[in-house]
């Protein structure tokens, strides 16, 4: 079947949205999955730890978009491969442990493609046999699904990624040529200095990306750790539930900065380091001692 060839009118929406792949088995599918993207107008295909890349069956279902294998980037983990993103989708077919925020992927793709005014997003697509871990889907503030017939719901992964690149391309256009004279909600999301989701408000920081999400988490468990809050032997679902809870408020850097700041004061107040012992010594039995709180938020 041919397909109809539009020209490309958001360029920079396309080129801002990654496709991952983690633990590939198949290497048909990773040259279906480039097929797929280059069709629809991506280019960013990073593989997470596949198990046999490069491979002639991978060139060989490029067909013509070989270029997509020949700047594909491998990486050992699945952090690694978001560690530059401000928005993760996680693709999941089954409920979790914990719910997590889920789109369809019409609603899930537009959201991407209005957030690559904020940075890099990516869309991770799990194993040919099991799809994604749960450790996996946390790292993603979104679960995105296809809604398939509920009396056969499987779904090739390489099928999959052409469905959502499909709809990454369609919200593109339609992004790129919004024409209509009634505001939307979610038209007013695009405005490059809008908080995302939040509507129309203003918003003056750039959100963090996933690395600094990967330095706070820990540090937020160690703070909860040293004031006996968090069992580090069995934190049940208490470090799910707060990754959940910040993926979903999704910090500036401001915000970021201002809660690493309070962790390392709660530490330092548990562990009797604070005040420091220059403040100690520098005031008298009847001072007071200064708060030194921060004053730059």
Not at 49 to 60: G, M
Not at 178 to 199: F, I, K, R, V, Y
Not at 262 to 268: E, K, L, N, S, Y
Request: glycine share 4%; hydrophobic share 40%; charged share 20%.
């Amino acid at each position: 079947m041919d397909a109809v060839k539009t020209k490309n009118q958001h360029p920079s929406a396309l080129d801002r949205i990654r496709i991952v792949m983690v633990n590939t088995t198949l290497p048909a599918n990773i040259g279906a999955a480039a097929r797929a993207m280059k069709t629809m107008g991506l280019s960013q295909l990073t593989l997470v730890d596949p198990k046999t890349f490069p491979s002639p069956d991978a060139t060989a279902l490029a067909a013509g978009a070989a270029d997509i294998l020949d700047r594909v980037t491998i990486v050992n983990t699945l952090e690694e491969a978001i560690a530059d993103c401000v928005l993760v989708f996680g693709t999941s077919a089954r409920s979790r442990t914990i719910p997590w925020p889920l789109l369809d992927v019409r609603p899930a793709t537009q959201l991407a493609v209005n957030e690559t005014q904020h940075g890099d997003i990516a869309i991770v697509f799990g194993r040919e046999d099991r799809g994604l871990t749960n450790e996996e889907l946390a790292q993603a503030q979104y679960h995105l699904t296809i809604p398939v017939n509920e009396e056969y719901g499987v779904l090739n992964v390489s099928a999959a990624i052409q469905v959502v690149c499909y709809e990454l391309r369609m919200n593109a256009l339609a992004y790129q040529n919004q024409s209509s004279s009634q505001t939307t909600t979610s038209e007013l999301a695009t405005e490059a200095n809008q908080m995302p989701l939040l509507g129309h408000m203003q918003w003056d920081e750039p959100l963090v990306d996933q690395a600094m999400m990967q330095q706070f988490y820990p540090h937020l468990e160690a703070m909860l750790a040293d004031i006996d809050f968090l069992d580090p032997n069995n934190p049940r679902l208490l470090p799910l539930r707060l990754r959940r809870l910040f993926g979903r408020v999704r910090l500036d850097r401001m915000e970021y900065n201002l809660l690493r700041g309070i962790f390392g004061r709660v530490q330092a107040l548990s562990k009797g380091t604070w005040p420091p012992a220059s403040l100690r010594q520098s005031t008298t039995s009847t001072e007071s001692l200064p708060s030194h709180r921060d004053e730059s938020f």
